[in-house]
């Protein structure tokens, strides 16, 4: 049986997730005669209590408001599947992040610009948007950098009355180290040691559905999107369903794809949008011959560190009883974030092995300096299990992360079938470089040095918690030994990007190649690794979406 059309649309956007309800809710906002659509996998997760809160929260993952995504075997982390948080619910990944409002260094930005050639998606030309985002937490912040009306409400650890015990401690060993405390790391000048800033004012959750309001947008959840439809003119006419409705757009009308990094690209290939080879293999017949589907894909690996603490009786960290300070509820418990570069001799010999001849000064991974590494200490322990540790949450332990924020490694999302039901294949090829096996070493030896080899450290810490069979690594140890705790410890954090990267898939308007009345906005098309989390960029980028869309699709 035929499917049957049930409504026509202005817009019809494909995904309610972070971008996904932002564009809606703006292009409604800017434009109350259109008509728009959201159609989401998943369900409104915001009648669910545990959403709002930021430790309650925690246990979404691997509920049903979680993909629960797994990579295949990573081949250089001990043939390990990587697990995958992915938000499926009005909202997406806003309802499961940690909340980090991290926009990253200008420089990432200014290499996507470069790359596309378009000064739209600079660090420049996206601050408007930024600042469109941000009601900023400080009144007296700097009006170049920050917008103070925006939906998404920032908070730092000192702003949300937050006295970690641990706070001059840690930021004395960073300065031991070198690394000294700037006033604001989201000016696009992140490197150095800066507050910690989430977007949990008051120790709510913000989810997108809620501060971008969707009123007037028809919002359809558990709604599985199987194909986007397309006429012989390949021009998007509408999306199909898996249970067979179909929503069609008007003339001039369009079609939004806003799935995230790991869903966009298997519902642009099941829509016949992709490498033929692929296609055939699962009997979809072509649409556009587009090999870069899926391919690009980029993410940050991160590795957890714990520490056995000298003094726990002092309630020093989450677990003891004495740890319950006023407004503690209110983020993580955790004061710093430090961003770094690394040393650019032992980058340029990495990238040399990599790339097959010498590297210069002007190398792009290397002029800047560049923001290669982000370093956290969090006063608590938890995520032990994934290195094979059980670390109780009683107050004697505290850990920290490390995160490489810039891989060259690429990995790729295909299908594996036809059905849109099935997850993606997935494979992030973490640490398949030797640049990217460089940075991660050089982030091991700097926790190494932080904790052992400063005198904050060492009167903190009596010893590592190390996995069995295994031994504490200095900032001396070997490649061979700090890249075996790599590939036994690294995980993803879940930023995934490139899928359908601008320049490739997508064109700097954000529109599919090849086809008409299609845009893909979400962080599939981030073409480059970003030293970001990324919710602070998706905002900006959908932002600048409904700009672009009305601006070029005049006869919305």
């Known amino acids: 049986m035929a499917p049957s059309v049930s409504e026509f649309f202005d817009i019809i956007v494909a995904g309610g997730g972070t971008a996904g309800c932002v564009v809606a809710s703006r292009l409604r906002q800017r434009k109350p005669s259109l008509s728009v659509l959201i159609l989401e996998a998943g369900g409104d997760i915001s009648q669910n209590p545990q959403v709002f809160s930021t430790r309650a929260g925690m246990l979404l993952l691997g509920s049903d408001a979680d993909w629960k995504y797994l990579s ?62 941000e009601h900023h937490y400080d009144p007296n912040g700097d009006p170049e950098q920050h917008g103070f009306e925006g939906p998404i409400r920032t908070s730092s650890v000192s702003f949300s009355g937050r006295q970690y015990p641990l706070r001059e401690t840690i930021q004395n060993a960073w300065s031991n180290l070198g690394v000294h405390a700037i006033n604001d790391a989201n000016n696009g000048h992140p490197q150095g040691l800066a507050e910690l800033v989430n977007n949990f004012p008051d120790g709510r959750r913000q989810l997108t559905s809620e501060v971008y309001p969707l ?90 560190r714990y520490w056995k603490l000298r003094e726990p009786e002092k309630g020093l960290a989450l677990g003891s009883p004495l740890f319950n300070g006023p407004n503690y509820e209110k ?7 430090v961003t770094t570069s690394v040393p650019s001799t032992g980058l340029q010999n990495a990238l040399a092995k990599d790339e097959g001849g010498p590297i210069g000064n002007d190398h792009p991974l290397v002029a800047g300096p560049r923001s290669h590494l982000e370093l956290t200490t969090i006063y608590a322990a938890f995520g032990g299990e994934l290195a094979g540790l059980q670390i109780p949450i009683d107050g004697t332990a505290i850990m920290n992360f490390f995160m490489g924020c810039l891989p060259t490694s690429r990995g790729s999302v295909t299908l ?21 096996r460089f940075v991660m070493r050089e982030g091991w030896r700097l926790l190494s040095k932080l904790m052992f080899e400063t005198p904050e450290g060492k009167a903190l810490v009596a010893e590592e918690i190390v996995p069995e069979n295994h031994e504490s690594l200095s900032s001396q140890a070997s490649d061979d030994s700090i890249d075996a705790r790599i590939r036994l410890a690294g995980i993803s954090t879940s930023h995934p990007a490139g899928t359908a990267s601008m320049g490739t898939v997508v064109d700097s308007s954000l529109r599919v190649k090849g086809a008409n009345n299609l845009r893909v906005v979400d962080a599939s098309v981030i073409p480059v690794p970003l030293a970001s989390h990324y919710q602070a960029a998706v905002y900006a980028i959908a932002e600048q979406a409904v700009d672009i869309i009305l601006e070029e699709n005049q006869k919305l």
């Open 416 to 436: 594996q079938s036809n059905d849109p039901a099935s997850q993606p294949v997935i494979d992030p090829n973490f640490c398949a470089t030797e640049a990217d």
């Open 215 to 304: 009123d007037g947008v028809k919002v359809v959840t558990d709604a599985l999107v199987k194909r986007v439809i397309f006429d012989d003119r390949k021009t998007a006419t509408g999306v199909e369903l898996v249970d067979g409705r179909v929503y069609s757009v008007r003339s001039g009308g369009e079609v939004i794809v806003s799935a995230g990094s790991l869903r966009t690209p298997q519902v642009l290939l099941l829509s016949g949008i992709g490498d033929p080879n692929q296609l055939s293999k699962y009997q979809i017949p072509l649409q556009i011959d587009l090999p870069d589907v899926g391919r690009n894909l980029h993410d940050h690996l991160m590795i957890f």
């Open 72 to 133: 295949v075997p990573q081949s250089h982390l001990n043939d390990r599947p990587i697990y995958y948080e992915s938000g499926r619910g009005l909202s997406g990944s806003a309802a499961l992040n940690s909340g980090g409002w991290i926009r990253g260094d200008a420089q990432d930005y200014n290499q996507w610009a470069r790359q596309v050639s378009d000064q739209r998606w600079s660090y420049e030309g996206l601050l408007p948007y930024f600042k469109r985002t």
């Open 331 to 337: 983020g993580g418990p955790g004061d710093w974030i």
